[in-house]
T-cell receptor, first 115, second 114 residues
Framework: GENVEQHPSTLSVQEGDSAVIKCTYSDSASNYFPWYKQELGKRPQLIIDIRSNVGEKKDQRIAVTLNKTAKHFSLHITETQPEDSAVYFCAASPPLTGTASKLTFGTGTRLQVTL | DAGVIQSPRHEVTEMGQEVTLRCKPISGHDYLFWYRQTMMRGLELLIYFNNNVPIDDSGMPEDRFSAKMPNASFSTLKIQPSEPRDSAVYFC????????????FGPGTRLTVT
């Protein structure tokens, strides 16, 4: 099955700086890569996703890049703010084949944005 | 829509007792997922349903765990008998599946087994 590795496990940046979180996956058939944000005591929520037919996607201060050849994808947060402090999870999924995507999650990155 | 609803939000029980967690998915979502989250193991998919039918239960840790979905608006995850190592946050999530990969998570149930 799919195996997703995520680094780093913790990341501390100063407000205004950029943060980068990286993930690798093992199944070359995976074609959907979401990122979820989980604030302390809250539920995971989707913040951005990318499909394998594009190499980059951007939404305001967050962007995701995908390198299918190397089987890795990254989350980039620019101009970080204190409210970006949370745990971020990457995930990978094989193609929909009449059943829903089965997400395999990375182990999470705890991002701390300091003033 | 109220989103995915889970109950109870917190459950404290003694080892050996039966525990039942409940989930109501978003109306119209055909897929329902049960996850377990711990510090050590992260987010693990336990089982998921499509149109009330279990599709993949390979993540269910052992026979003590069972899940049902008797109708499109209700699912249960049961642990019998419970053990201290079952202590975790259990999330239910739902999605439309075919139209969208996005999974919407419920608020979770924090289970503590003493």
């Amino acid at each position: 099955g799919e195996n997703v590795e995520q680094h780093p496990s913790t990341l501390s940046v100063q407000e205004g700086d950029s943060a980068v979180i990286k993930c690798t996956y093992s199944d070359s058939a995976s074609n959907y890569f979401p990122w979820y944000k989980q604030e302390l005591g809250k539920r995971p929520q989707l913040i951005i996703d990318i499909r394998s037919n594009v190499g980059e996607k951007k939404d305001q201060r967050i962007a995701v890049t995908l390198n299918k050849t190397a089987k890795h994808f990254s989350l980039h947060i620019t101009e970080t703010q204190p409210e970006d402090s949370a745990v971020y999870f990457c995930a990978a999924s094989p193609p929909l084949t009449g059943t829903a995507s089965k997400l395999t999650f990375g182990t999470g990155t705890r991002l701390q944005v300091t003033l | 829509d109220a989103g995915v609803i889970q109950s109870p939000r917190h459950e404290v029980t003694e080892m050996g007792q039966e525990v039942t967690l409940r989930c109501k998915p978003i109306s119209g979502h055909d897929y329902l997922f049960w996850y377990r989250q711990t510090m050590m193991r992260g987010l693990e998919l336990l089982i998921y349903f499509n149109n009330n039918v279990p599709i993949d239960d390979s993540g269910m840790p052992e026979d003590r765990f069972s899940a049902k979905m008797p109708n499109a608006s209700f699912s249960t995850l049961k642990i019998q008998p419970s053990e201290p190592r079952d202590s975790a946050v259990y999330f239910c999530a739902s999605s439309t599946g075919v139209l969208s990969y996005e999974q919407y998570f419920g608020p979770g149930t924090r289970l503590t087994v003493t």
